[in-house]
């Protein structure tokens, strides 16, 4: 994400950014709880589907961000 902190107009492409992080640390969630192997705690069991859900979604909302960032939003 460092790529994005600079652009040729100044622009920091804050809302690709924020979508990329919130899909980073859902990645990151999801493989610290172990959500690969199917945990049996309910809370653990939440979380999972929360950053699953997250992830899922991640290929529109990343599509999308990119096109907000070259509109310069």
């Keep these: 994400m460092a790529e994005l902190d600079t652009g040729s107009s100044g622009r920091q492409f804050g809302t690709l950014r ?3 992080a919130k899909v980073t640390e859902a990645a990151e969630t999801y493989q610290r709880l172990g959500c690969q192997t199917n ?3 309910a809370s ?3 979380q999972c589907l929360t950053s699953g859900a997250t992830i899922a979604q991640s290929p529109t909302d ?4 990119a096109r907000l ?3 310069g939003k």
């Design 39 to 41: 945990p049996k705690a």
């Design 62 to 65: 990343v599509r999308d961000g």
């Design 18 to 20: 924020t979508i990329l």
């Design 69 to 71: 960032a070259l509109a």
């Design 44 to 46: 653990v069991r939440k």
